[in-house]
Each structure stands twice: as C-alpha cells, then as structure tokens.
C-alpha cells in the first residue's frame, strides 16, 4: 500500500510540469456580443458573470488552474465552451447561427444547465436569483427575436 501511494504522489508531482496553456486568445471589442447588441450594464454584468469565463475569450483562471490535474479538465472544459459559443466572436457568426445560439442560450438559462454547477461553487458572483436569470433569458429572447426580424428569420422550432 505503501509503494502505491508513493507512485500515486510521484505521478503527481511530475504531472505538475505540463502546466496548461492560460493565454487567451486576442480580442475585439467590436466582434464582442455585448458591445455589437447594446447591452445594459446591468444585464451585461450578469451575462460576463455567469458566461465570459467559458465563452469567450476573456477567461480569469483561478489560482486552481495551476494544478494538474484539474487544469486540464478546467481548459477542455474552455475550449467546448468557446466551441459552442464565444461571446467575444459573435459578429462573425451568421445571423441564422447568431439567433439559434441566443435561443439556446436562453433555454440553457432558463433549465437550470447554465452556469453549471461546479461553476458556480467558486464563483458566487454567477449564482443568479431567480430575478437575475429572468433578466438574461428576455435579453437573449430578445436579441434573438430583434436579429430574427431584421433578417426575416423564421423563428425557432423546438423539436
């Protein structure tokens, strides 16, 4: 038992020399979702609080992202985020894609899915009232709506 748990702490400490990568890609203010749909502080503070660490490309990472192996999960857990939605490359979508990732963004909200939980364990500041999530599921609703109108955009199907 003794010589496993040797193995186990060695294993450890050797994993903690392949740090992950914490530089965030360059951003653009006038691709970011916030600054191209206007968005009040208010909401936009709810939106960077529960939202910009895993989708976009202004993540803080936390002081526990310097320990392997959490750091690795942590930045998968980034890179899908970014993947399925990035706030800070939203003007480059198109108008069909923008609408469809707002009404799913909103759905998410409104399930409970987003933030997730282990999320909000270390981050208090995403832990929405009830209030708070009402007022970022009619935000999103409302920008999808607004870009459906302007692009004559059928609305969405739920399946």
């Known amino acids: 038992m003794k010589k496993v748990l040797v193995v186990l702490l060695m294993a450890f ?10 530089e965030n890609p360059p951003t653009n203010e006038g691709m970011d979702f ?28 936390p002081w526990y992202t310097n320990v392997q192996p959490i750091a690795w999960f942590l930045k998968d857990h980034i890179e899908e985020g970014r993947k399925e939605l990035n706030f800070s490359t939203f003007a480059t979508y198109e ?7 707002l009404f799913e963004a909103a759905e998410m909200v409104q399930t409970g899915e987003m933030p997730l939980d282990s999320y909000e364990l270390g981050h208090p500041e995403a832990q929405f009232t009830e209030a708070q999530r009402n007022e970022i599921i009619k935000y ?3 920008v999808e709506g607004d870009i459906r109108l302007e ?3 059928p609305a969405e199907v739920v399946k």
């Not at 400490?13 to 914490?22: G, H, K, L, S, V």
């Not at 936009?44 to 990472?61: F, P, Q, W």
């Not at 108008?95 to 990732?101: E, N």
């Open 95 to 101: 108008p069909k894609r923008q609408a469809h990732k």
């Open 13 to 22: 400490i050797i994993i903690q020399f392949f740090p992950i990568d914490r």
């Open 140 to 142: 999103f609703k409302k």
């Open 151 to 153: 692009y004559s955009l």
């Open 34 to 61: 916030l600054t191209i749909k206007n968005t009040p502080e208010s909401t936009a503070t709810l939106i960077r609080n529960g939202c910009y660490d895993c989708h976009s490309n202004e993540t803080k990472y």
